[in-house]
């Protein structure tokens, strides 16, 4: 009868003699429409809702059953039927049901559509809106550079090998962005250094010195207003001078209290400074360099990070040749 009513509303119909055939059908047919009793043998009408509501959530599902019970209603409804008939029902009922249930599933695609172009539009909102800011960025590391050339590579590697400790210590996709970004942009404060000092040819005074080691002040200022969003690159700005047992700059940090990304910074910051040739003085060994940072750690450095900076050198992530480029 049920057959009958359907094709006559201009259904085309498929019949089950059972759950366990139904669910072989519903795998060639996806139906839009799924009529079920409730008591069937193999797979009752249960099951059946559990398995068609898990394998194909976009069909409407009314269960139909001469049994009048309201618990057995409300677990059918809690389950993922969109209606619950009970027998013997009327023919303008079943048709009535059926174009409720058929325009609440329409509703919830469209729904779900919109939701799914909206995402997607936002999301593509969002990706212009981070190339316009790196774009941003990119504009003050070149007017770093123009300063100095130096400071311009010198961030790219802190970039890279700052991830790769990170990496290696474990951090999530998001912060290992961060960290990237922080790295590039670290020295951004030696914008406002003086010139004559900034590429001196010689050993700073202590004057000198004490001007330099403003940058990470000046270039946490300048940032602040772009990097609201991103704290993580801030704090490495801020703090990639402070040393683990308190004796860095600018706030005498110590220990946990530094952020973890920024004691990343501050072992990749010195890596690359002392292994860099400057024009008053070639780089260090890199043998000498290693076993500065390992005499370092726990005082200058976190032994955490410094364990991670070795672990990610001998996995290669950390790539010293000249025209390496690390890849995550």
Not at 124 to 151: G, M
Not at 234 to 245: P, S
């Amino acid at each position: 009868m049920l057959v009958r009513l359907m094709q006559g509303e201009g259904f085309s119909c498929h019949e089950a003699p059972n759950g366990r055939v139904a669910l072989d059908l519903l795998e060639s047919v996806r139906p839009t429409l799924l009529l079920s009793d409730l008591h069937m043998p193999e797979l009752d009408g249960m099951g059946l809702l559990r398995e068609a509501r898990e394998r194909h959530p976009d069909t409407a599902i009314i269960m139909i059953t001469a049994v009048a019970d309201v618990a057995t209603a409300v677990s059918a409804l809690a389950v993922g039927a969109m209606d619950y008939l009970t027998k013997p029902f009327h023919l303008d009922e079943v048709r009535a049901r059926v174009r409720q249930a058929l325009e609440k599933r329409r509703l919830i695609l469209e729904n779900r559509g919109y939701q799914q172009s909206l995402e997607a539009r936002v999301a593509e909102q969002a990706h212009r809106l981070e190339a316009f800011f790196l774009a941003s960025i990119q504009s003050l590391a070149d007017a770093l550079e123009v300063k100095d050339t130096y400071t311009h590579g010198h961030s790219l590697r802190v970039s890279r090998y700052s991830v790769a400790i990170a990496q290696a210590i474990g951090m999530s996709p998001d912060a290992l962005r961060e960290i990237e970004i922080g790295g590039r942009v670290h020295d951004i404060g030696k914008i406002g250094v003086r010139e004559a000092v900034l590429n001196k040819p010689g050993p700073l005074t202590d004057v000198e010195y004490d001007h330099i080691m403003t940058h990470p002040i000046v270039g946490w200022r300048i940032l602040s207003p772009l990097l609201g969003d991103m704290p993580m690159a801030l704090n490495i700005v801020r703090w990639h001078h402070e040393k683990y047992d308190g004796s860095g700059i600018p706030d005498g940090m110590s220990g946990d209290a530094i952020p973890l990304e920024a004691r990343i910074a501050a072992v990749a910051d010195t890596f690359d400074a002392m292994t860099s040739v400057r024009p008053y003085r070639p780089g260090v060994p890199l043998r000498d360099t290693l076993a500065e940072l390992r005499r370092c750690s726990g005082t200058q450095f976190d032994p955490i990070c410094v364990a991670a900076f070795f672990e990610a050198l001998d996995s290669g992530a950390i790539d010293l040749s000249p025209t390496g480029a690390l890849a995550h």
